[in-house]
């Protein structure tokens, strides 16, 4: 499992009140970020509603004090640290143009850069969002222009990284994705033809039966109204670089990206893994709920039985310091259990998407042992990580990674296992089923789809030479 | 899925400090109420911390203030009505032989009836448990007997039900089991020789590092001190009638029931459904997450392939009372979403644990044929519920089930399936591995394992009568 | 000032619903209890609702859930330690007579004694509340006598103390107050001749537009029908031994008791002690907001100026532990504030109701002379308290007192004032207006009205031997 | 009583940690708003808490964890509708500077100009607070300018309307004042010469031990360090124009404004309101706690005894919709009650410090006459209001003044008083003790010290002329 990263964004334009389905949308998207939860509709004016925790946590199940046929919204990821209703979305800015909203999924390379010339112009910031420079950047093009494409241009000219965005303006709708198409976003039709809705994975369609039309394409900006969507090409023409760990990992297993279902995709990995490296073995474990699917496949493949021998506790909530070496080796022990007749004198395939650090790896390598495992045996749904990310996942700095300069048979040694197999870059693609140069790979190759500096771009050119 | 019951306890007697090693075993037994949740320990007196929610939530994770070396905890489930704080457990009453606290798993069916004879003689009740019934019996009875296990004897002499029961007087941590074991309690050896703890699953044992020793006998009393256990024969010699629905739904999968896990039972069953009410079909798909388990074995029985094809949303809190039919269907759609490719075109075997009412199974059978299923097919880990429970789960009238006369034909044409197949009551009680007898089956028979007023007895003795 | 106590109670028998009434009520005595809050009402049932803080934070102005056409009230005053919703009242049991509900104010002084009787007779008891002892011996009583009144006999026969009581025996409303009226209660008639009010104080009747009938008299049980009052003597025959303190601090200025406005007993107060203790100075300065009515007086009988000087913080919550001298001092000085010129180059008489341990009027009469005052005369409105008080208020240790065992100029020293005057206990018992033996004075001058163990009793005989 | 208005403010710069001095002076200006509190500190970065209610509760005893030696901090206002964390202060900004953050206290009347100007120039604002404005215009003209003086004076050059602010500009403090001194701002020096505080009112310098220097001029910006004041004439040379309301009503009755403590003039209002307005009468009773010294001078001066006659109930918090008239009509009755011995058959002088709706004003006088007042004869200490506040009171429309358009007979007319008697307009100057001409009347006249669109300038020069 990576860490916990993401965010999750909804825009919907109706010819009826949109506050539910928003609503319902965001919940459908709420594994994509625990932390705070909002939304923004406009009737007149824009309203807004922001609160920390889960969407259902802030609204009670009763939305429907926002008013509006049309709206944007927005979950937001948990970290541990400085965690702040400040920094929750949508954001809404008031404008010349009136009021704006805007809600977005990704990062941005060179914020700070942005931020610094700006701040030379004599601009202060009140936030230390990326939120706050987009609707400002955004608000300052609509200042002096009136059509909306070139506004959102002259923003995606100057801003480098991933980006999904839904944009409130006034009563419209616009969705907006980065030039590489990094986070997702796709297109839905309402039911009983009564508008059309953006969002990042086709599970918040689904939850609002809504009918999936399409994905929004790299560079691409959609106006929604509740009569049709209007395309914009604004920046691209490049090949896309889809960021492979939504299959692996974020998405939903029940959401179809880029025309694939991330289920298939993990099941067929799984498979991929068997073949690349197969063990003699008793049975396939998946480490849950992750290494589920992938699991799967791999029992699939190689017709050894699947057996959830890992039970995992469903009430973990926040954990505190706890004070001594014994409350925290419980706590451990509290997360995973094992279900022993199934692990004792057996060798086992131990399977998850990805491993960062190893060490929640090597604590369930330990679990299994402890409970009788004779054999463990690693297999991996994604080649090593070996590079940060600087696109949305929060994984920034390279030395906490435990494949970065080691063998597989030093991975292994390192987290207890016997042996640890990972999916080769080409399984990886393969499984996909995009070309491999329409997937970022950053932090499996340290080369990006965007120049960062200090690090190699996969592309020779500046992206913002668009 | 049957409705939300039961209850969790842990007890144990230690050299040392034993408040975080209750936190823990209750923690770990989280799944058995989520309601509200108390422990209670002892030195020099007894103090006690309760509250409403989850374990961590009421200690978060710093039960350290309750000092001493010897305790008892509980976990209450939640129903929709009248969860109150008064109604949590441990209880601690103040009596002439010094504090006692006390806790259990379980239903009194004579409760009422002892309540109004006490009444009769003059005892007033500041509360409408049955904790406070059970406390204040037996410390009445304490009053007159210097020894415990006579006084437990007279207690239970009373009472005609189901009860796991820890109490805690003064230093001695007391276990009983009701003559019949209806409810499970087990028995286990603390890490590095530093006492003994009882607990309703094994899975306590395993958070905190504790060796199981054996199950605590039905009518059975245990003394635990830090040196050893102490038992006590208070009632019984009759066969047990534990509570089948403990292996097929309540009890956590990794946890050892009567000698055999709960996973293995669950697995056997789906072997055994797939033996029983085999079908042609592509795919066989869990109702997530009671159904995985059995579906596993189907799907090894016939060889037809294991698909999750269902995603429940992980995220799902309390639900409010929804204002529109359309925000109620929302609702019920973000609750579990098909994976399409998995299940279109395909004839599906849908596989749960049980079913009460049948509401909850017809809206999954929809869901899947909105998925493009051509067939659906149900399959159902235990033989049809027709009678109510009164016994510790809460099903309380008979109107509510599905199967009561109706033939598996109109039970499937209930529920929208193409054919539905429960579990034999033979298939039940071989993959239990138990006698039939041994198993308190009324609410698939009608027929119970202690006298209810108006409701067949199984044994033709009262049990009072012992 | 008097550390915090009592107990505020209010009972209601109309034809209409009560709820309200008993919120209003409880509101108006708010200053008599804040720690708790609760409600009791009967409709089939007795329905009780009761929270921890203020009685508008406990029922958010909304008590209309809680239906019937009588019911009882309680609010429970705030000590520093253990504040558990499980002390406050009223107690509900339920008894062979069906509910009953009950709440009090005062101190029972023998509660201890009798919960140790009766823990002989097996008795365990799962509270450490006196509520509990007495709605277990009322019930108890209630159980094998139909008729009420006798009940109440044995019940008040058992008990010694402070004790003013309003019982609801299903729909009869119950007024009690002890034989020696220690604490005050009071009847009332509802508005539009709807039905009955009992409650501690005046005020009470005053929000809701009852009209004031009388005291209740020591010693009797009055019952409350919407149509009627019937009175029963229980026990008496005695003179009364009124608390003086509820005159010089806790009743609101608002109240009448015994006949004479609080407000006009404090004014006169006032007068009295400017006529034993005269002094020429040029300011009356009042303690805020204990010492305020008495200042007035002492005003008014000596021509010199009244001023209210010093400045009380409105804002004062709960306080948490500071961790540095400055900080804690700085926190003093917040709480009081010196109008400099109104104090600079002045002689004050400073007037307070009372002094316990002398901390705080050492801290004001340091504030004034650090705002200039060039002399500091201390004026109380009561006699110095040397004893403590087991009748209901929150001093039970003599360490405490200042004034025990030391002089007028000692006292004065000790605080760091020019000189100090007290009320003479004739003062004290003029003012008030009844006879000296119909007060209790017993922190004044350690001889009780009741038994206490270690205390010297005013009279000569047992209460319990009525 | 006015409506609610007002904010509270405090800056200190010292050689030691701030934030206790910051947390203890904001408590004692917690009068001036409670609805948020907020304090920013600098040490390194600027870091900043805020939350909404009382600061006690926001900081919980607890503000030690904002490290710095010096800071700002802010107590905004409650209004019944939109109080949101938004809307508190300080703010923050980040900009070619380094961080500012700011805090002030008053209106900015051409802040929507201000901001329409501003977004025509492509600005966009991403909250709806004056705080917002001020702050980015601020920081705008500070980044091309290296002096604070210069940047300051371009702000205050642009803005009109009253304002009072402490800004923190990394680690200098400035306090500045509006050209026309509206609001209240003054200096001090820290105990033991540890550097210097800018405050609201003198009460936060006292609560911290600090000592009073100056007054802040109209139209001055200092600057504080630890080791000086640095003052910096910006605007000005006009005469000021002092809310009188701060001495009426809003003002801590121990506060120091412009040299009068604001007691005194309360004090001398209610002997001038005795003379402007004598009647024959029993007893002076204040409202409680608004007229009470004002009150207290009328009695002084005419000789009548005064009397706490209404008893205002302390624990009253936010009011919910009460569901009856009955409810509301308990619900007033709460709120102020009469001491009938002292006002039964007397003719009653009622004394207040301003009427505006006049509502509260019938209320009591109702309930004075139910207590059998023979007479009621209202003395206010204050002339009509009859205009809007556009500088910082809560009063922005006309409809709203009993006394506009009426003379006094028909005023007592509409409160049901036997005669009002309002302060003249030369009392109240002469009381305060500054020259009409240095007040702000603009609420008794309709003619405001600054221009505001719609309304009648006092002076005939444009502010933003300076």
Sequence with gaps: MPP???????????????????????????????????????????????????????????????????????????????????????????SSTGDIALAHNGDIVNADAIRKELKKLGWAFITTTDSEVLIRLLANELASLDDIPRAVRNLMRRIVGSYSMVVLIRDRVIAIRDPLGIKPLCLGRLPDGNGYIAASETVAL?????????????????????????????????????????????????????????????????????????????????????????????????????????????????????????????NVQLKLNAVRSRIQGKRVVLVDDSIVRGTTTRKIVDTLRRAGATQVHVRIGSPPIIAPCYLGIDMKTRDQFVALNRTSPEIAAEIGADSVGYLSMDGLVECIGLGRNDLCLGCLTGEYPVEVPGEKARFQVKLDSY
Excluded at 9 to 34: D, E, K, N, W
Excluded at 53 to 65: A, I, R
């Design 206 to 330: 689904d939850v609002i039966g809504a009918e999936f039309e399409r994905d929004v394409e790299p560079g691409e900006m959609v106006e929604l109204t509740s009569r049709e969507t209007r395309s914009h090409r604004i920046l691209g023409g490049r090949r896309p670089a889809h960021c492979m760990f939504e299959w692996v990992y974020f998405a939903r297993p029940d959401s179809v990206l880029a025309g694939r279902y991330v289920y298939d995709v993990r099941r067929c990995i799984g498979k991929r893994i068997a073949q690349e490296h197969p063990v003699k073995a008793d049975v396939i474990v998946p480490v849950p709920d992750s290494g589920r699917t992938h699991a799967q496949g791999y029992s699939e493949e190689t017709g050894i039985p699947y057996e959830e021998g890992l039970i995992k506790n469903r009430y973990i909530g926040r954990t505190f310091i706890l004070p001594t070496k014994e409350a925290r080796e419980m």
């Design 4 to 94: 916990k990263e993401a965010c999750g964004i909804v825009g919907i334009a109706s010819t009826r009140p949109v506050a539910f389905q928003l609503y319902f949308g965001l919940r459908a998207l709420q594994h994509r970020g625990q932390e705070s939860a909002g939304i923004a509709t406009f009737q007149d004016k824009i309203q807004c509603v922001k609160g920390m925790g889960l969407v259902h946590e802030v609204f009670q199940d009763n939305p429907s004090d926002l008013p509006g046929a049309c709206g944007i919204a927005h979950v937001r990821y948990s970290t541990t640290g400085s965690s702040k209703i400040e920094n929750s979305q949508p954001v809404v800015a008031s």
